[in-house]
C-alpha cells in the first residue's frame, strides 16, 4: 500500500474531527430532546359507520403556530393509540388513513390538562366529504389538492430580505442543497416556475436565489404532465416535479433587487447586479455579471451554462469529437465546470406578460455571455493489451474563449376553450477562439519510449442556430376527442478554420529514434444543418376507461458537410488541398413515423401500451467524387407502461421500452479526422441495426406532513447485436478504431436505487438514507480479440438537514463507495478502489445581525495497481453583518478554499484503460464583498 503525504493525512485528519465534531452536535440535541418532561394523549380511530377499526392508521401531534411536526405515530391493531412525552401547549390532533378524509382537531396541554382522551374518533370515507386536506393552524399552512401541495407563505417564519430559497428550507418535505438543487419527497425539483411561468429559462435558482420571500403568496408543489396530457386530458405517466411560486396580488406590483460588488487577494473579483419591474399581468428584468472566481450568473454560479455545452458524442465506449473545434476544452463552447482560470461577463433580459384574461401569454428572454478559461491538464492513462501494457502521459496547455448570445420567445393564445396555438422560436449566435500546446509520451510495461508528440492547434469557429415551433390543438366535443398538430424547423450552420502542427517521433525497440512524422496544416470546416419535421396526433376515447392515441409524423433532414485541410507548399503558404483528409458530402433523410398507443386508466391504474414504427431513407453524396451512399431502414419503438396509485402519497410502476439503433453515420462511414494523428477511425459499411431494451420499475411511499417516506427504483438494459470498437494499436502505440457488430454476447447495465428520508422530530432534523448501486458488462475487441469489461458500483449516501429560521442551517453528507473493474484480457490491470464524498454547510445567525458560514467538500479515491490515492478537500468559511431594518445592506468576507487544495483531479476508465487527470483551479483567495437588496413594492403585508 502506498504512504499517504503529508497533505493528504492533513486531509483526512481535518474530515474526521469534522465528522467527529457533527456526531457530537447531533448527540447533543438529541439529550437535550430527551431531557424534556410531557405530557400524554391517547385515543381511538375507527369507522363507526362500517365499524372498522383502523388499523396503522397514522395519527400526528402539529405545533398549533407553525404546523411543523412534534411526533407521530401509527395506531395499533384495535385503531388505538398514545403519545407521550408532549411539553405544554397548543397543538394540532390530525389522523390520516388511505381513502378516508383526514381527521384535525386542536387541543392544548397545561397544568391543568396533562393527559388528554379524545376517546373514539369517526374516520369518514372520502367519499362522503370533499376531496381536500386541510391543516389547520393560525394561518392555514398546508393544503393538499389533488396531486398538488400547495403551502402558505405567511404561515412561516420570514426574515426581511429572505429569498424564496430560505422560505423553502422551512417546508416540510423539500430540502436545498449548498448549490441551490430542490429535492422535494425524495426526487429532484427540475423546474421552478414564477406565477406559472418561466423566469429566465429554464435554471430555476434564478427564482430561488434571487426572489424575495416576502412576495409570496404560496408554494405549489406537483407533478407537472407533459403538455401531451395536459391538453388531452390522457395521463401518459410522464411527470415532472415542479414547484410554481405564486406572488403576492398586493406585492406583484413595483421594483426590487439587488447590487453585489466583491474585491479579494490575488487580483480575484466579482460583480453582480439584478433589476426586477413587475405589476399586474407584466413582468421586466434584467441582470449582469463580471467575475473571475467562477461566478457565472445569478443562479448556480459554479458548473453554469452560456453554451449548448459539449458536442461529444458516447458511441459504445468511444467518445467521438466533433471536428468543428478540433481541440474542445472547458470555455470552447462556452461552459465552465470548475476546470481553468475564468473570466465570465453576462447579462440578460426578461419579459412576459398576459393579456385578454389570461388568453394570450408571451414569454421572452435574452442572453449574452463571454467566457474565457486557460490552464494546464495533466492526464496519465494506462491502456491494457493482449500483448501488455502502455502508458500516455500528456500536458495539454489550453486558453479558450467563448462569446454567445441567445434569444427566446414563447407566445401562446387560446381564442376560445376549444382551440390554443403555441408558438416558439429561438436563435443562438456563437464565436469561439481554442489555442492549445500539448505534450505527450508513450511508453510500454517496461518504460520503454515508443513515441512523443508535439502539438499544437489554434481554431476559431462560428455557430449558427435557429429553432421555430407550432402548435395547434384542438379539443372536440366529445370528451377526451381531440386533434394536435405540432411543426418544427431546426437549423444549425457551424463554420471554422485553424491550424495544426505536430510533430510526432517514434521509436524502435532499443530506444533510437525510428520515424518522424510531422503535420503543418490549415483547416476549413462548414457544416450546415436543416431539419423539417411535422407530427399530428389524434386521441379517442373508445370507452370510459380506454383511449387510443394516434400519430403519425413526416421529417425532411438536409444536411451539408464541407472539410477542406491544405498542407504547406513553404512555411505560412497553405495552397495545397490535402485529399486524404478533405472532403465534402451531402445528406438527405427522409422519414415516415406511425404509431398507435392504448391507454387504459381506471380508479388507480394506469396502462398504456403500443408502439411506433418508422421508415428512413438515406442518402449521402460524395460531391468530390460523386460517389452515392444509400441506406432504407425501419426503426421498431414498442413501449408498455403500468402505474398503481394506491394513493395521493404512494404508487408503483414499471414500464418497458424497446428502439432500433442505428449505426451512425461516422460509424459507417466516418469523415477521416488527423486531428490525433496517433488515434485513427476507420468506417465499417456492413454495420447492421442494434436493438435495445429497457425495463424500469419504481416505488414510492412518502408523506408529506411528517416527511418520511422509501422509494426504490432501477433500470435493466440489454442490447442485441450490438455495434462495439475493435481497437488496433501497434507495437509504436498508433491506434486504429473500427466498428462491429458483436456476435454470441449481449452487453447490459443494470441500477438499483433505495432511498428512506424522514424526520428526527425530538431533534427536528430531517435524515435520509440510500443505497444504490450499478453495474455493467461490455464487450469490444482489442487487437482483434475479444475482451469483456465488468464494472460494478455501490454506494452510501446518509444526508442530514436541520433548519430554524433567523437561528442556524445545518446540512451533512457522507457517502463512502467502492467501485470494481474487470478486463478479461489483462486481470492485473483491474482497478478495485474505495472512494469516500462528504460535504456539510453549517450557517449560524448571531446577534447584531451577524451571520457566521462554513462548508467542506472532501473527496478521496484510494490507489489503485495503477495510480496513487488522491484526496481533496476544499474548506470556505464566511462572516457577514447585515444593516438597516429590513437588512438591505450587507458587509461579507469570504476565504476560498482554506487548505489550497482544489486540484481537479478526475479517474474514469474505458473497456482497456483507465485514465487520471488533474487541471488547473481556482484556488485559496480572501474575498470583501458588499451587497444592497432594494425594493419599491406594493403595500406591506397586514398583519393576521
Given at each position: 500500500m502506498k504512504p499517504i503525504s503529508r497533505s493528504n493525512a492533513l486531509a483526512i485528519s481535518l474530515f474526521k474531527r469534522c465528522l467527529v465534531c457533527t456526531v457530537i452536535l447531533i448527540s447533543c440535541f438529541t439529550q437535550s430532546a430527551s431531557a424534556q418532561q410531557g405530557y400524554a394523549i391517547k385515543g381511538n380511530l375507527a369507522d363507526t359507520a362500517l365499524r372498522t377499526k383502523m388499523f396503522n392508521s397514522t395519527v400526528y401531534v402539529l405545533n398549533a403556530k407553525d404546523s411543523i411536526l412534534t411526533k407521530f405515530i401509527y395506531a395499533a391493531a384495535d385503531g388505538g393509540f398514545s403519545i407521550n412525552n408532549l411539553p405544554a401547549g397548543n397543538y394540532i390532533l390530525m389522523a390520516t388513513y388511505p381513502d378516508y378524509a383526514d381527521y384535525v382537531e386542536p387541543f392544548s396541554l397545561d397544568a391543568a390538562h396533562a393527559g388528554l382522551d379524545f376517546g373514539t374518533i369517526s374516520m369518514q370515507l372520502k367519499s362522503r366529504l370533499l376531496n381536500e386536506v386541510i391543516i389547520k393552524g393560525g394561518v392555514t399552512a398546508i393544503k393538499i389538492k389533488g396531486d398538488t401541495t400547495e403551502f402558505k407563505a405567511r404561515a412561516y417564519v420570514i426574515q426581511p430580505n429572505d429569498k424564496v430559497e430560505d422560505l423553502l428550507k422551512q417546508l416540510p418535505g423539500i430540502q436545498v442543497d449548498k448549490d441551490g438543487k430542490i429535492t422535494a419527497n425524495g426526487e429532484r425539483v427540475n423546474k421552478v416556475l414564477l406565477d406559472g411561468e418561466e423566469f429566465f429559462g429554464d435554471d430555476p435558482t434564478l427564482v430561488t436565489k434571487n426572489i424575495r420571500a416576502d412576495m409570496v403568496d404560496k408554494i405549489q408543489l406537483y407533478d407537472k404532465k407533459s403538455d401531451q396530457a395536459t391538453f388531452t386530458g390522457i395521463d401518459d405517466g410522464v411527470k415532472t416535479k415542479t414547484i410554481n411560486v405564486k406572488l403576492r396580488a398586493d406585492k406583484n406590483n413595483g421594483m426590487f433587487g439587488k447590487v453585489d460588488a466583491g474585491i479579494g487577494s490575488q487580483n480575484f473579483y466579482q460583480a453582480q447586479g439584478l433589476y426586477n419591474h413587475f405589476k399586474p399581468g407584466e413582468k421586466y428584468a434584467a441582470y449582469a455579471t463580471a467575475a473571475n472566481n467562477g461566478k457565472i450568473n445569478l443562479g448556480q454560479g459554479d458548473n453554469s451554462r452560456l453554451g449548448s455545452g459539449g458536442n461529444n458524442v458516447q458511441v459504445g465506449d468511444v467518445v467521438i469529437v466533433p471536428a468543428t473545434l478540433a481541440d474542445e476544452q472547458d470555455g470552447a463552447y462556452g461552459t465552465y465546470n470548475g476546470r481553468g482560470l475564468p473570466v465570465a461577463r453576462t447579462g440578460g433580459l426578461h419579459y412576459d406578460g398576459k393579456w385578454n384574461n389570461n388568453k394570450e401569454i408571451i414569454n421572452t428572454n435574452y442572453k449574452a455571455g463571454y467566457l474565457a478559461t486557460n490552464g494546464v491538464t495533466n492526464t496519465s492513462t494506462e491502456q491494457h493489451l493482449p500483448t501488455g501494457d502502455q502508458n500516455n502521459n500528456t500536458s495539454r496547455n489550453f486558453d479558450n474563449s467563448a462569446f454567445r448570445q441567445k434569444l427566446d420567445a414563447a407566445f401562446q393564445a387560446n381564442p376560445d376553450s376549444a382551440s390554443g396555438i403555441k408558438v416558439m422560436v429561438d436563435g443562438t449566435l456563437k464565436n469561439a477562439t481554442t489555442r492549445s500546446n500539448y505534450l505527450s509520451t508513450t511508453t510500454n510495461g517496461s518504460s520503454n519510449l515508443l513515441n512523443s508528440n508535439v502539438q499544437s492547434n489554434n481554431n476559431t469557429g462560428n455557430t449558427g442556430i435557429f429553432n421555430a415551433g407550432v402548435l395547434y390543438t384542438h379539443r372536440m366535443r366529445r370528451p377526451g376527442r381531440t386533434f394536435s398538430w405540432n411543426v418544427?424547423?431546426?437549423?444549425?450552420?457551424?463554420?471554422?478554420?485553424?491550424?495544426?502542427?505536430?510533430?510526432?517521433?517514434?521509436?524502435?525497440?532499443?530506444?533510437?529514434?525510428d520515424s518522424t512524422r510531422r503535420i503543418d496544416q490549415y483547416k476549413t470546416t462548414d457544416v450546415t444543418s436543416s431539419l423539417l419535421s411535422s407530427n399530428a396526433t389524434y386521441t379517442e376515447p373508445l370507452s370510459k376507461v380506454l383511449a387510443l392515441i394516434f400519430n403519425y409524423g413526416l421529417g425532411m433532414n438536409n444536411s451539408s458537410a464541407d472539410r477542406q485541410t491544405f498542407d504547406a507548399s513553404m512555411p505560412g503558404n497553405y495552397n495545397l488541398l490535402n485529399t486524404t483528409f478533405s472532403n465534402n458530402y451531402r445528406f438527405n433523410q427522409f422519414t415516415n413515423q406511425a404509431g398507435a398507443v392504448f391507454n387504459y386508466h381506471q380508479n388507480k391504474t394506469i396502462l398504456t401500451f403500443g408502439s411506433k414504427v418508422s421508415q428512413v431513407d438515406f442518402k449521402q453524396v460524395n460531391l468530390n467524387s460523386n460517389d452515392i451512399y444509400r441506406r432504407d431502414f425501419i426503426n421498431l419503438a414498442p413501449q408498455v407502461n403500468y402505474q398503481y396509485k394506491a394513493s395521493q402519497q404512494a404508487s408503483f410502476s414499471m414500464s418497458y421500452n424497446g428502439n432500433t439503433i442505428q449505426p451512425t453515420i461516422d460509424q459507417v462511414q466516418p469523415v477521416r479526422i488527423n486531428n490525433d494523428p496517433l488515434n485513427i477511425v476507420l468506417g465499417n459499411p456492413d454495420l447492421k441495426a442494434s436493438f435495445s431494451n429497457n425495463f424500469k420499475f419504481n416505488y414510492r411511499l412518502y408523506r408529506s406532513i411528517s416527511n418520511h417516506g422509501v422509494s426504490v427504483g432501477g433500470g435493466y438494459?440489454?442490447?442485441?447485436?450490438a455495434v462495439v470498437n475493435n481497437i488496433t494499436t501497434d507495437a509504436t502505440g498508433k491506434t486504429i478504431t473500427?466498428?462491429?457488430?458483436?456476435?454470441?454476447?449481449?452487453?447490459?447495465?443494470?441500477?438499483?436505487?433505495?432511498?428512506?428520508?424522514?424526520?428526527?422530530?425530538p431533534i427536528n432534523t430531517s435524515m435520509s438514507l440510500e443505497f444504490n448501486t450499478t453495474g455493467n458488462i461490455s464487450y469490444n475487441y482489442i487487437n482483434n480479440v475479444l475482451n469483456k469489461s465488468e464494472a460494478y458500483s455501490y454506494g452510501w449516501v446518509a444526508e442530514f438537514h436541520k433548519s430554524k429560521a433567523n437561528a442556524h442551517y445545518f446540512q451533512f453528507v457522507f457517502a463512502p463507495n467502492y467501485t470494481v473493474n474487470k478486463i478479461s484480457l489483462q486481470q492485473r490491470g483491474n482497478n478495485n478502489a474505495w472512494g469516500i464524498y462528504s460535504d456539510a454547510v453549517a450557517s449560524v445567525y448571531l446577534p447584531a445581525k451577524l451571520q457566521v458560514s462554513t462548508d467542506y467538500n472532501y473527496n478521496y479515491t484510494a490507489a489503485t495497481a495503477s495510480f496513487t490515492a488522491q484526496s481533496r478537500m476544499i474548506w470556505n468559511a464566511s462572516i457577514s453583518k447585515a444593516f438597516f431594518k429590513d437588512n438591505g445592506l450587507k458587509l461579507a468576507a469570504t476565504v476560498n478554499d482554506l487548505l489550497n487544495q482544489n486540484a481537479n483531479y478526475s479517474r474514469f476508465i474505458t473497456a482497456n484503460s483507465i485514465t487520471q487527470s488533474n487541471t488547473t483551479g481556482i484556488r485559496r483567495y480572501l474575498m470583501f464583498s458588499l451587497t444592497w437588496d432594494f425594493n419599491k413594492i406594493g403595500a406591506s403585508p397586514q398583519k393576521k
Amino acid at each position: 500500500m502506498k504512504p499517504i503525504s503529508r497533505s493528504n493525512a492533513l486531509a483526512i485528519s481535518l474530515f474526521k474531527r469534522c465528522l467527529v465534531c457533527t456526531v457530537i452536535l447531533i448527540s447533543c440535541f438529541t439529550q437535550s430532546a430527551s431531557a424534556q418532561q410531557g405530557y400524554a394523549i391517547k385515543g381511538n380511530l375507527a369507522d363507526t359507520a362500517l365499524r372498522t377499526k383502523m388499523f396503522n392508521s397514522t395519527v400526528y401531534v402539529l405545533n398549533a403556530k407553525d404546523s411543523i411536526l412534534t411526533k407521530f405515530i401509527y395506531a395499533a391493531a384495535d385503531g388505538g393509540f398514545s403519545i407521550n412525552n408532549l411539553p405544554a401547549g397548543n397543538y394540532i390532533l390530525m389522523a390520516t388513513y388511505p381513502d378516508y378524509a383526514d381527521y384535525v382537531e386542536p387541543f392544548s396541554l397545561d397544568a391543568a390538562h396533562a393527559g388528554l382522551d379524545f376517546g373514539t374518533i369517526s374516520m369518514q370515507l372520502k367519499s362522503r366529504l370533499l376531496n381536500e386536506v386541510i391543516i389547520k393552524g393560525g394561518v392555514t399552512a398546508i393544503k393538499i389538492k389533488g396531486d398538488t401541495t400547495e403551502f402558505k407563505a405567511r404561515a412561516y417564519v420570514i426574515q426581511p430580505n429572505d429569498k424564496v430559497e430560505d422560505l423553502l428550507k422551512q417546508l416540510p418535505g423539500i430540502q436545498v442543497d449548498k448549490d441551490g438543487k430542490i429535492t422535494a419527497n425524495g426526487e429532484r425539483v427540475n423546474k421552478v416556475l414564477l406565477d406559472g411561468e418561466e423566469f429566465f429559462g429554464d435554471d430555476p435558482t434564478l427564482v430561488t436565489k434571487n426572489i424575495r420571500a416576502d412576495m409570496v403568496d404560496k408554494i405549489q408543489l406537483y407533478d407537472k404532465k407533459s403538455d401531451q396530457a395536459t391538453f388531452t386530458g390522457i395521463d401518459d405517466g410522464v411527470k415532472t416535479k415542479t414547484i410554481n411560486v405564486k406572488l403576492r396580488a398586493d406585492k406583484n406590483n413595483g421594483m426590487f433587487g439587488k447590487v453585489d460588488a466583491g474585491i479579494g487577494s490575488q487580483n480575484f473579483y466579482q460583480a453582480q447586479g439584478l433589476y426586477n419591474h413587475f405589476k399586474p399581468g407584466e413582468k421586466y428584468a434584467a441582470y449582469a455579471t463580471a467575475a473571475n472566481n467562477g461566478k457565472i450568473n445569478l443562479g448556480q454560479g459554479d458548473n453554469s451554462r452560456l453554451g449548448s455545452g459539449g458536442n461529444n458524442v458516447q458511441v459504445g465506449d468511444v467518445v467521438i469529437v466533433p471536428a468543428t473545434l478540433a481541440d474542445e476544452q472547458d470555455g470552447a463552447y462556452g461552459t465552465y465546470n470548475g476546470r481553468g482560470l475564468p473570466v465570465a461577463r453576462t447579462g440578460g433580459l426578461h419579459y412576459d406578460g398576459k393579456w385578454n384574461n389570461n388568453k394570450e401569454i408571451i414569454n421572452t428572454n435574452y442572453k449574452a455571455g463571454y467566457l474565457a478559461t486557460n490552464g494546464v491538464t495533466n492526464t496519465s492513462t494506462e491502456q491494457h493489451l493482449p500483448t501488455g501494457d502502455q502508458n500516455n502521459n500528456t500536458s495539454r496547455n489550453f486558453d479558450n474563449s467563448a462569446f454567445r448570445q441567445k434569444l427566446d420567445a414563447a407566445f401562446q393564445a387560446n381564442p376560445d376553450s376549444a382551440s390554443g396555438i403555441k408558438v416558439m422560436v429561438d436563435g443562438t449566435l456563437k464565436n469561439a477562439t481554442t489555442r492549445s500546446n500539448y505534450l505527450s509520451t508513450t511508453t510500454n510495461g517496461s518504460s520503454n519510449l515508443l513515441n512523443s508528440n508535439v502539438q499544437s492547434n489554434n481554431n476559431t469557429g462560428n455557430t449558427g442556430i435557429f429553432n421555430a415551433g407550432v402548435l395547434y390543438t384542438h379539443r372536440m366535443r366529445r370528451p377526451g376527442r381531440t386533434f394536435s398538430w405540432n411543426v418544427n424547423e431546426a437549423y444549425n450552420r457551424n463554420q471554422s478554420n485553424g491550424y495544426q502542427n505536430s510533430v510526432i517521433d517514434f521509436y524502435n525497440t532499443t530506444g533510437g529514434k525510428d520515424s518522424t512524422r510531422r503535420i503543418d496544416q490549415y483547416k476549413t470546416t462548414d457544416v450546415t444543418s436543416s431539419l423539417l419535421s411535422s407530427n399530428a396526433t389524434y386521441t379517442e376515447p373508445l370507452s370510459k376507461v380506454l383511449a387510443l392515441i394516434f400519430n403519425y409524423g413526416l421529417g425532411m433532414n438536409n444536411s451539408s458537410a464541407d472539410r477542406q485541410t491544405f498542407d504547406a507548399s513553404m512555411p505560412g503558404n497553405y495552397n495545397l488541398l490535402n485529399t486524404t483528409f478533405s472532403n465534402n458530402y451531402r445528406f438527405n433523410q427522409f422519414t415516415n413515423q406511425a404509431g398507435a398507443v392504448f391507454n387504459y386508466h381506471q380508479n388507480k391504474t394506469i396502462l398504456t401500451f403500443g408502439s411506433k414504427v418508422s421508415q428512413v431513407d438515406f442518402k449521402q453524396v460524395n460531391l468530390n467524387s460523386n460517389d452515392i451512399y444509400r441506406r432504407d431502414f425501419i426503426n421498431l419503438a414498442p413501449q408498455v407502461n403500468y402505474q398503481y396509485k394506491a394513493s395521493q402519497q404512494a404508487s408503483f410502476s414499471m414500464s418497458y421500452n424497446g428502439n432500433t439503433i442505428q449505426p451512425t453515420i461516422d460509424q459507417v462511414q466516418p469523415v477521416r479526422i488527423n486531428n490525433d494523428p496517433l488515434n485513427i477511425v476507420l468506417g465499417n459499411p456492413d454495420l447492421k441495426a442494434s436493438f435495445s431494451n429497457n425495463f424500469k420499475f419504481n416505488y414510492r411511499l412518502y408523506r408529506s406532513i411528517s416527511n418520511h417516506g422509501v422509494s426504490v427504483g432501477g433500470g435493466y438494459n440489454l442490447v442485441s447485436n450490438a455495434v462495439v470498437n475493435n481497437i488496433t494499436t501497434d507495437a509504436t502505440g498508433k491506434t486504429i478504431t473500427q466498428y462491429l457488430n458483436l456476435q454470441g454476447q449481449t452487453p447490459f447495465r443494470y441500477n438499483l436505487n433505495t432511498n428512506y428520508y424522514m424526520m428526527i422530530a425530538p431533534i427536528n432534523t430531517s435524515m435520509s438514507l440510500e443505497f444504490n448501486t450499478t453495474g455493467n458488462i461490455s464487450y469490444n475487441y482489442i487487437n482483434n480479440v475479444l475482451n469483456k469489461s465488468e464494472a460494478y458500483s455501490y454506494g452510501w449516501v446518509a444526508e442530514f438537514h436541520k433548519s430554524k429560521a433567523n437561528a442556524h442551517y445545518f446540512q451533512f453528507v457522507f457517502a463512502p463507495n467502492y467501485t470494481v473493474n474487470k478486463i478479461s484480457l489483462q486481470q492485473r490491470g483491474n482497478n478495485n478502489a474505495w472512494g469516500i464524498y462528504s460535504d456539510a454547510v453549517a450557517s449560524v445567525y448571531l446577534p447584531a445581525k451577524l451571520q457566521v458560514s462554513t462548508d467542506y467538500n472532501y473527496n478521496y479515491t484510494a490507489a489503485t495497481a495503477s495510480f496513487t490515492a488522491q484526496s481533496r478537500m476544499i474548506w470556505n468559511a464566511s462572516i457577514s453583518k447585515a444593516f438597516f431594518k429590513d437588512n438591505g445592506l450587507k458587509l461579507a468576507a469570504t476565504v476560498n478554499d482554506l487548505l489550497n487544495q482544489n486540484a481537479n483531479y478526475s479517474r474514469f476508465i474505458t473497456a482497456n484503460s483507465i485514465t487520471q487527470s488533474n487541471t488547473t483551479g481556482i484556488r485559496r483567495y480572501l474575498m470583501f464583498s458588499l451587497t444592497w437588496d432594494f425594493n419599491k413594492i406594493g403595500a406591506s403585508p397586514q398583519k393576521k
